[in-house]
């Protein structure tokens, strides 16, 4: 009898959609084939004997259905050799040889899955991981073995079988010092030739003394000898290196797996009639380039044939789209809506627009460089300390009995005793167990440190469009419009991408239309035209619509043969969870509102939520207005998506960005919400205040056992059997203590959920 | 005394295998896809590793 599993993964296969509601519907992919393969070939690379290899990211792998579905669906296709899902990261690796790239991206979407080329040219291999764990798991095999052996010392083995035991610990400790210990000595040297110290150069004196006066005890048949405490000390400060790296590493690979929807390259149209796809970087001044509906700008250019609708939300913050006719500038990163455009390269790509915007980025972000970490100003008063405690023990000892060998040993103690284990512990346990909090919540956090901003702010900007605003119109009032007018708009308003369209669609999803006009065409920053029956409709501005129009209203008209029908108004919908958010934070901050859009629409938006706000923002207008907050004392938290705030957002204390913002916001923010609520900004915040609460109290419990244990070093008192307890019991307490984030009501969404959000969101922006 | 002769040598050996083993995993591949692991196993084509 087949087992329950079986059964499932049969049914999925019959109906491949059956566990993941396919998102592959609303992505409105409409690039040429000719560009899809010129940006395969580009992203692929070579490994070896013909055979490429291409790396997609597909964000609606769930299940082993669907490992099935895509790995069947893509060996199918001629050409390929291997293709293989990789679950955990989302994403399939195929190989395939060398030609022209089977259609991948076309496969899986038809198989219900959509995928994004995945740069893994642009990956380095995260080699200092591989090296953390295998450090750590020496290190772990080491200490375990050696503290076998002290075990049975302490508990009174004789003499010669101590001298064995001691020599096999400093067999066993030698090479792990070598291996584990090499990055706290490099990094320790590093330090001290460029006349610094950090948390590092205790440790690796603490170590190195322990192991060298161990050495000399065993040579000399001595009593106590330090092998374990040295390497058990190394494997609990691995430990907290490991989590704080892989914290990072997690979050850094999730943000670039959010689909990388920046252009790599575009077509461009040679002299001689070919087309050919080339990369961003090899586009130059005075080429021809074809851009297709749905496309980004990639350079700056001036229209030179066509017309269409170009929204340039991400760009100035601006939320209703323009027209673009030839002759019309474009900036880098705007995006072609409706209709394919030929356009003049007026820049090089690292002249344009987009690169001006990482230049004043960079700029802004030396400011927060300033902030050190709350772990390296610690380790900066507690290295001086410790060497100076450890020193005058040393002589104390020397003054009271003139045994060299006694004070020495006393002092070395006193420095293994007090070398920063429970310390080293303390801020990244609590960050981890703090990310993985946020993650659940949907919440991506970059590093450690930006939790520690994060808790520091009082003052919070908001971009709007995009941010607190979704960046979708919405219609206002449908239920006000008659249902017959609703009905042919909506049955015109399908066969666009025009924003405005997809709102009066979407506004209409519950009672599809029978009606099917005839001859739907789309005029550029005008609107639609269509045939019912004898009747000419047309959906647009009013001043075109209409034979008699005295208006230039913003709104859309519908008309039958010139004369109006309805008129249709479209707001920029808030972010869900806006108010109820805003009404938290606005009783402990400061709020403000700084947007590129115009007076009015922000004005309106302002009022609504009863902020603050400025109105027509340029970049460097953002990053002014947060120095000057900033300047009175107030730590600045900015959040928003755009390419015109990715300055003010690496320029504030800390930066929140929506998962649909710009590349370059995204990668400035400290933090990366998937959700569409805007809740998750008092939720990182509460969980922020919390992490550093919980940062204090092990710092002060770390310390609080020094207090206890050096004296009991200084005074002579302290044997390997009192360092190994002391040392292992003070970071379990820590550790426990972090421990208790995680314990906490849990807000239950789980990461596959969240991982769902994050490709609709991006879908629907796409 | 003289148990310790092969009893050490035999459980450092024993903990170096594992430590071997374990090694030999990471760099081989094998916790690249833990996830992906345990929903291969319900797939009962064959299955090679890329």
Same mark, same amino acid.
């Given at each position: ?207 190195? &003394? $322990?192991?060298?006066?161990? %050495?000399? @005890?065993? =040579?000399?048949? /001595?009593?106590? *000898? !330090? ?126 627009? &987009? $690169?001006?915007?990482?230049? %004043?980025? @960079?700029? =802004?972000?030396? /400011?927060?460089? *300033? !902030? ?395 | ?50």
């Amino acid at each position: 009898m087949p087992f329950a599993p079986v059964i499932v993964s049969k049914g999925a296969l019959e109906k491949p959609m059956t566990c993941c509601t396919s998102a592959g519907g609303i992505a409105l992919t409409v690039a040429t084939d000719i560009n899809r393969d010129g940006e395969i070939l580009l992203a692929s690379r070579l490994v070896g004997d013909g055979v490429r290899q291409t790396d997609l990211s597909v964000p609606s792998i769930h299940c082993g259905a669907c490992i099935r579905n895509v790995e069947t669906a893509l060996a199918a296709l001629p050409g390929v050799e291997a293709a293989r899902v990789n679950l955990s990261t989302k994403r399939a690796t195929i190989r395939w040889h060398d030609g022209a790239p089977p259609p991948f991206i076309e496969t899986l979407r038809r198989a219900g899955y959509d995928a994004h080329i995945y740069d893994a040219g642009a990956e380095v291999k995260d080699t200092a991981f591989n090296e953390l764990i295998r450090a750590l798991a020496v290190a772990g095999f080491a200490a375990s073995n050696i503290m076998l052996l002290s075990v049975s010392v302490w508990s009174g083995a004789d003499n010669a079988t101590r001298d064995l035991f001691h020599g096999i610990s400093a067999a066993i400790a030698l090479p792990t010092l070598a291996y584990s210990g090499r990055m706290f000595f490099r990094s320790a040297w590093r330090a001290l030739r460029h006349g610094r110290t950090n948390m590092d150069v205790p440790i690796s004196i603490g170590v190195l &003394l $322990a192991f060298g006066m161990s %050495l000399y @005890e065993t =040579a000399t048949h /001595g009593a106590h *000898a !330090y092998f374990d405490a040295s390497v058990t000390l190394l494997f609990f400060l691995l430990i907290g290196r490991t989590l704080d790296h892989l914290m990072r590493e997690k979050a850094r690979t999730a943000v670039k797996g959010l689909a990388n929807l920046a252009a790599r390259g575009a077509l461009v149209l040679q002299p001689d009639g070919d087309r050919v796809y080339m990369s961003i970087n090899e586009i130059t001044a005075g080429m021809t380039i074809l851009l297709a509906a749905g496309e980004r700008v990639p350079v700056d250019a001036q229209v030179i044939a066509g017309h269409s609708d170009i929204d340039s939300a991400l760009l100035s913050g601006e939320s209703a789209p323009v027209a673009a006719a030839p002759g019309t500038y474009l900036q880098a990163g705007v995006l072609n809506l409706t209709e394919p455009l030929t356009l003049k390269a007026t820049a090089a790509a690292k002249d344009s627009t &987009l $690169a001006d915007m990482v230049r %004043l980025m @960079e700029a =802004a972000e030396t /400011g927060r460089s *300033a !902030y050190r970490r709350i772990a390296d100003r610690a380790s900066r008063l507690y290295a001086p300390v410790v060497h100076a405690t450890a020193f005058l023990t040393f002589i104390g000892w020397m003054i009271a009995t003139g045994d060299i060998h006694r004070a020495v040993t006393i002092a070395i103690a006193v420095l293994i005793i007090t070398c920063p284990c429970a310390l080293g512990l303390a801020v990244p346990m609590v960050q981890v167990m703090a990310a993985r909090r946020l993650f659940e919540n949907g919440i991506l956090l970059k590093d450690g440190g930006a939790l520690e901003r994060l808790a520091e702010i009082d003052a919070i900007v908001f971009d709007k469009t995009g941010t607190l605003t979704s960046g979708m119109p919405r219609l206002i009032d449908p239920a006000a419009i008659a249902p017959g007018a609703l009905k042919i708009a909506t049955a015109i308003a399908v066969h666009s991408r025009h924003p405005y369209s997809r709102a009066i669609a979407a506004a209409c999803l519950a009672n599809p239309t029978p009606l099917e006009p005839d001859a739907v065409t789309e005029h550029p920053g005008c609107g639609l035209d269509a045939r019912i029956g004898p009747h000419t409709y047309r959906l647009g501005r009013a001043n075109w619509a209409l034979s008699d129009s005295a208006t230039d209203d913003t709104g859309l008209v519908l008309s039958k043969d010139g004369a109006p029908l309805a008129c249709f108004r479209f707001e920029d919908r808030l972010r869900s969870g806006t108010h109820d958010a805003l009404k938290a934070l606005k009783r402990d901050f400061e709020i403000e509102i700084l947007s590129g859009d115009h007076d009015a629409v922000v004005g309106r938006i302002a009022g609504e939520l009863d902020l603050r706000y400025s109105a027509g923002m340029l970049p460097a207008g953002k990053v002014e207005r947060i120095r000057d907050i900033e300047s009175h004392g107030h730590h600045v938290l900015m959040v928003g998506d755009g390419l015109n705030d990715a300055s003010a957002l690496a320029a504030a204390h800390a930066s929140m960005a929506p998962a649909t913002a710009a590349d370059i916001g995204r990668n400035a923010a400290d933090l990366v919400f998937l959700h569409e609520s805007l809740d998750a900004v008092p939720q990182a915040i509460g969980l922020a205040r919390e992490a550093a609460k919980l940062v204090r109290q092990n710092l002060v419990l770390a310390v609080g056992y020094n207090i206890i244990a050096v004296p009991v070093a200084i005074m002579g008192h302290v044997t390997p059997l009192i360092a190994a307890i002391a040392m292992s019991s003070s970071s379990i307490v820590v550790i426990a203590n972090a421990l208790r984030l995680g314990g906490r009501r849990r807000v239950g969404k789980s990461a596959a959920t969240s991982a769902s959000h994050v490709s609709l969101d991006i879908m629907e922006h796409a | 005394m003289d148990d310790f002769l092969f009893l050490v040598p035999v459980a450092l050996l024993l903990g170096l295998a594992g430590l071997g083993a374990f090694m030999w995993a990471l760099g081989n591949g094998q916790y690249d896809d833990l996830n992906g692991a345990a929903e291969r196993i319900l797939l009962d084509d064959k299955d090679t590793p890329l």
